[in-house]
């Protein structure tokens, strides 16, 4: 395995991999396993690298397609409004 970063992840994880297995990947993104291997082998959605038969994936590309799957609050949405108490009309308040 190569170097290892120190990251705040969970009890268990006090030193994170820099390559993750499919199971350890699935848990960095709170998904279920079978989810994750559904998303690789249907749509290649998230980029792996298979090394002696298991799929490896990095942190970096992990959070690139979180990142990639964002979704923005629409600002005058009726819980926007409710949450913030204001309504917004062309960028003025």
Same mark, same amino acid.
């Given at each position: 395995?190569?170097?290892?970063?120190?990251?705040? @992840? +969970?009890?268990?994880?006090?030193?994170?991999?820099?390559? *993750?297995?499919?199971?350890? #990947? =699935?848990?960095?993104?709170?998904?279920?396993?079978?989810?994750?291997?559904?998303?690789?082998?249907?749509?290649?959605?998230?980029?792996?690298?298979? @090394? +002696?038969?298991?799929?490896?994936?990095?942190?970096?590309? *992990?959070?690139?397609?979180? #990142? =990639?799957?964002?979704?923005?609050?629409?600002?005058?949405?009726?819980?926007?409004?409710?949450?913030?108490?204001?309504?917004?009309?062309?960028?003025?308040?």
């Amino acid at each position: 395995m190569g170097p290892r970063a120190r990251v705040p @992840v +969970g009890p268990e994880w006090t030193v994170m991999p820099t390559y *993750l297995t499919r199971k350890e #990947a =699935a848990e960095y993104l709170r998904i279920p396993e079978h989810s994750l291997q559904r998303k690789d082998t249907r749509t290649r959605a998230i980029p792996y690298s298979i @090394v +002696g038969g298991k799929a490896l994936y990095t942190l970096a590309d *992990l959070d690139a397609w979180v #990142a =990639a799957h964002r979704v923005e609050p629409v600002v005058d949405s009726p819980l926007v409004v409710e949450l913030t108490g204001r309504r917004t009309f062309g960028g003025q308040r």
